[in-house]
């Protein structure tokens, strides 16, 4: 049996707590990982035991007296990141330049999904975009293929040799979009459960029923897949919601007795327990309602509402209403796959005064630890995996970062003058990126190690 150990600095979560104030740090902690049971080196890999090095080094010690432990003593040890909403075929798309979301798609996105009829392609591309999330500290995702089956079979056959968490599916998308991209309404759907049967539950794979958006999928798609929906009740659903002005004023023209965007989804039997739905900028106070009852989540993708000019998520009213949201790269929408530049990006997010009919409400400052919960704990809570990745607490996977706090000499000289938690944290959003994550860690494996460390 391969257990592991690991001394440094260590930040986690405690799940009962305000997200504002959750955050727990060891100053010297100790992580112990291994199998979850007896049974031998091939089972999960979770964590069996956390918390301060002293308290807990003796007992850890007579339990596994062969034990080496290794010692981090300048770094710390965190969640991995979970990203509740990514587009791999997006990979290369990232930093395209557009007049918005609608304009985005037509130039450069649909242009590029086309090749993924290309299987090596596919493969290429998912071998880059995993190895792309590891190297931000990213060891979940929920992520978009294209609408080539070919496009889904390449990235979870990259994600299980890696015994990686995600989740993905085929995109849906049989109107308004062009040759090369759109589907053949009935074949969709029938690829689409030959994808669940095949990889959902396989290792650490789950599978997410993919509409892109209302304007993209006909009745008898968003039909079919509701009674997808129905019929695998455990998989995920994916999409977009009230993203852009002019693709919720296009939604209404196709559906005009329809409430709202939202509405749309909950009409065919897509609005439920694990359904997350990218942005929901622009919802009502009954669509926030809507969502409380459904159990369903909103991925909160602060860097691409900026870079498309969709828009200011409203956190407040979010937590007012309570309903599940976490925090999203949207790359290639999104400019980033870093965490903590999604986490800065949310941070300007909340700041943000926003206009509510003739009254301008002031926005808000997101505590850091608020922010950091939200791209791990409240990622994980939304895809319904809380308790299993994006914290480190006991059972949960061994799905973890190891950061280097002196990775530049800005950070390393911030560093000298935090003096509290927050003050810790918040430096690493402001000025971190990939050259903070040291090692990456996915189910009890490096999967990723920095040059030069």
Known sequence: MTI?????????????????????????????????SNSGAKDKQVVLAIGNYQSLISDICAQYPDL????????????????????????????????????????????EEKQYVDVEYAIKTARFFIAELFRNGVTT???????????????????????????????????????????????????????????????????????????TCSDAQLRGAGELAAKYADVWIQSHVAENVDEIR?????????????????DFGLLRNKAVFAHGIHLDSADRQLMAQSGAAIAVSPSSNLFLGSGFFDFSEADSAGFAYGLASDVGGGTSFSPFHTMLAAYYVGRASVQQGSHLKKGLSLSPQHLWWQHTVGAAKGLG?????????????????????????????????????????????????????????????????????
């Open 4 to 36: 592991q150990a690991y001394r440094a600095k260590i930040l986690h979560f405690a799940n009962d707590k305000d997200p504002a104030h959750s955050a727990r740090f060891e100053e010297d902690g100790l992580l112990v990982i291994g199998p979850k």
């Open 68 to 111: 080496h432990v290794q010692h981090f003593p300048d770094r710390i040890i965190a969640p991995g990141f979970v990203d509740m909403h990514i587009h791999y075929p997006q990979t290369d798309v990232i930093g395209s330049p557009a007049d918005g979301l609608l304009p985005w798609l037509e130039n450069y996105t649909f242009p």
């Open 141 to 215: 995702a929920l992520t978009f293929a294209t609408s080539h089956v070919a496009s889904v079979n390449a990235l979870f056959e990259a994600a299980q040799t890696l015994d990686m968490r995600l989740i993905t599916g085929k995109c849906l998308q049989d109107r308004n979009c062009p040759v090369g991209v759109r589907d053949q309404t009935e074949q969709s759907l029938v690829d689409t459960e030959a994808l669940i049967q095949r990889w959902h539950g396989v290792d650490r794979l789950g599978y997410a029923i993919t509409p892109r958006f209302v304007p």
């Open 250 to 266: 296009w939604v209404k023209e196709l559906y005009p007795l329809s409430r709202s965007y939202l509405a749309v989804y909950n």
């Open 385 to 453: 995996l809380e308790g299993m990745v994006g914290n480190l607490a006991v059972g949960c996977d061994a799905d973890f970062v190891i950061l280097n706090p002196q990775c530049t000499p800005l950070m390393a000289r911030k560093m000298e003058r935090c003096s509290n938690l927050d003050e810790l944290l918040f430096a690493m959003i402001v000025l971190g990126d990939d050259r903070l994550i040291e090692k990456t860690v996915i189910a009890g494996q490096t999967q990723f190690q920095r040059s030069g460390t």
